[in-house]
Nanobody, 121 residues
Framework: QVQLVESGGELVQAGGSLRLSCAAS????????MGWYRQAPGKQRELVAT???????NYADSVKGRFTISRDNAKNTVDLQMDSLEPEDTAVYYC???????????????WGQGTQVTVSS
């Protein structure tokens, strides 16, 4: 079975940087889109950034210019480099894989357990 595992979340000060990593494990043929979403307390989960297999990147307006998403198709990993962090970035960050082809089935969406990012002011 396939799964996503995130790492890298921690407490940082405003203006600092953090790099989140996500790895998809299992026998995977391909993943159309990998990305990051976040959910702050009392708020709905929102898109942060996504990256397609071909390299097209999409960012939320709130993070554009500060965050950079990258993926390695061969390794089925996706990272999120976060710079100039703000207290408003505090949230649980979830890795997402959409359009996952495995030897047994096609998964529309696959989610990681999440990693906590806390930015102090």
């Amino acid at each position: 079975q396939v799964q996503l595992v995130e790492s890298g979340g921690e407490l940082v000060q405003a203006g600092g940087s953090l790099r989140l990593s996500c790895a998809a494990s299992g026998i995977i043929f391909s993943i159309n889109t990998m990305g990051w979403y976040r959910q702050a307390p009392g708020k709905q989960r929102e898109l942060v950034a996504t990256a397609t297999y071909t390299g097209r990147r999409n960012y939320a307006d709130s993070v554009k210019g500060r965050f950079t998403i990258s993926r390695d198709n061969a390794k089925n990993t996706v990272d999120l480099q976060m710079d100039s962090l703000e207290p408003e970035d505090t949230a649980v960050y979830y890795c997402n894989a959409a359009g996952v082809s495995t030897t047994q089935r096609y998964l529309h969406d696959l989610w990681g357990q999440g990693t906590q990012v806390t930015v102090s002011s």
